[in-house]
């Protein structure tokens, strides 16, 4: 199959519909269709076949979109880049992943090409750090990114054509391209897009073209309400908010809730599975320590350390399959052994369900802090923290200690011009969970390191090299 002929069905039906907002420019699914398969075309004039590899070095835009869609129409395999990647960072991807085109600048073509080339090829490659330092390249076929996206347009969001989904998180990441960009495209909504995220210019563009979706990261959310934007006239169009690729903490969650009136809708997933658990748009139902239940088509195991299932309730890995689910790592077979095992994903994630079926996740197994024989999960202490009136954000490590082992570490943001010392978060915390959970040291900073899908890089904070402490 070829996931671009799904959308080629889209515009068949609804042609002159409007497919992308971007800036001044309008592009019906009609002219979005002829600029893919001048891409093609263009590609095609390159010397590159089905099967060939291209990566594609574009920022946030309707000229990003037409590269991709042209490449996947041909049967090309597509590695996305971020523009912001360091030439470093950019050529140890290249390396890995052998493109024999990068595209970096505009293909400004249409053609009456109707023809999309059926493939067994994989359609995307997307890229995550690896465990060793080289990075690590998940496979997605045309048929895993047709089951990711139609999820995430059906039982999760369920975009119709009348939608407006706002694209300001970046395409080259699986939350952008999978949640602003194709799963919308494919249930023929309007996607608008934002080149790069500030508050004003996401609440700007939600008020000018009505947006009804919000796709983005807890950070975006707290930036938008500290800055005063993030009221009820902000906001008045959109049906709900959606979290992805960094945990939404549910302080964060009721805060925007009360403030803009709309709901966010929180959620679990990877580079590896686009958003296999999920809250649903038609479920109303919210649980302050959950992310959400499986997605249809989601199955799911919780296994102890010797690989039996636990109980609900109970604390063990999460492993997942699904249709959506990579084929595995790029010319990785050792790391792919270690992730897929008799065609489940092992996610590394600690977690427990509910009687009625939703998960929480405790923390991740490599993040767990064994101090003093006592387990400490990390993401308990963060949402301590997080209740806190100052504090912004917030990430938990261990570090090492000569006599427990490891020590609890605590780092923090704080809001728009609160102040709090150390010492203050610290007595917060042993007011609310038990001494041995208790942070040690507690660090103020301007900001989290952070990957550019927004998640906090943990392994820079327990390295002590983040830059810019505030105490």
């Known amino acids: 199959m070829n996931f671009a002929t799904l959308l080629d069905d889209v515009a068949a039906r609804a042609p002159e519909r409007l497919a992308l907002i971007d800036g001044t420019t309008r592009i019906t699914y009609r002219h979005l269709t002829a600029r893919a398969a001048g891409a093609q075309h263009w590609l095609s004039e390159q010397g590159l076949r089905a099967g060939d590899r291209v990566a594609l070095a574009l920022p946030n ?3 990003f979109v037409a590269a991709l869609l042209g490449a996947l129409r041909a049967g090309i395999t597509v590695a996305p880049l971020n523009p912001q990647l360091t030439v470093d960072e950019r050529a140890r991807i290249l390396a890995d992943f052998g493109a024999r085109v990068v595209v970096d600048t505009p293909v400004d073509a249409t053609s009456d090409m109707r023809s999309v080339v059926p493939t067994d090829a994989p359609a995307i490659v997307l890229y995550t750090s690896g465990s060793t330092g080289r990075p690590k390249g998940a496979v997605l076929s045309h048929r895993a990114l047709a089951a990711a996206n139609r999820a995430w347009a059906e039982p999760i969001l369920e975009l119709t054509g009348d939608d407006r989904v706002l694209a300001v998180l ?46 983005g990261v807890a950070t975006m959310f707290r930036r938008i309400l500290d800055a005063g934007h993030g009221t009820r006239d902000d906001f008045t169009s959109l049906r709900f908010a959606v979290s ?14 009360e403030r803009t009136g709309k709901r966010i809708l929180r959620g679990y997933g990877m580079t590896e599975m686009f958003r296999p658990i999920s809250y649903l748009a038609n479920d109303p139902r919210d649980f302050p320590d959950a992310i959400g239940r499986p997605v249809p088509g989601v199955e799911i195991k919780v296994l102890d350390d010797g690989g039996a299932a636990v109980a609900r309730g109970e604390i063990g890995e999460l492993l997942l399959r699904s249709e959506a689910a990579m084929d595995g790592y790029l010319a990785q077979p050792l790391e792919t052994a270690a992730a897929m095992v008799d065609g489940w994903f092992r996610t590394g994630d ?31 202490i963060e949402a301590v923290l997080i209740t806190h009136r100052s504090v912004a954000e917030a990430a ?20 728009a011009g609160a102040a709090v010392s150390p010492d203050d978060l610290i007595a917060w915390c042993k007011e609310r969970v038990a001494g041995y959970k208790c942070p040690r040291s507690v660090t103020i900073m301007a900001e989290l390191p952070k990957s550019a899908a927004g998640k906090v890089v943990k392994s820079r904070l327990a390295s002590n090299t983040v830059s810019n402490p505030r105490h």
């Open 244 to 257: 992805g690729a960094a945990p939404c903490p549910w302080a964060l969650a009721e805060e925007w809730r």
């Open 170 to 215: 970046p395409l080259s990441h699986s939350y952008g391209i999978n949640g602003t960009l194709l799963a919308p495209l494919l249930a023929g909504a309007t996607v608008v897009i934002v080149e790069r995220f500030s508050t004003e210019s996401v609440v700007a563009t939600v008020k000018a073209h009505r947006a009804t979706v919000f796709p």
């Open 350 to 380: 600690l977690v427990k369900v509910s009687d009625v079926g939703f998960l929480s996740v405790v923390g991740r197994k490599k993040d767990l802090i064994l101090r003093g024989g006592y387990s400490v999960y990390p993401p308990e």
């Open 396 to 415: 938990v490590v261990g570090v090492p200690h000569a006599a427990l082992g490891e020590e609890v570490a605590a780092f923090v943001t704080l809001r």
């Open 61 to 63: 835009g309707a000229a």
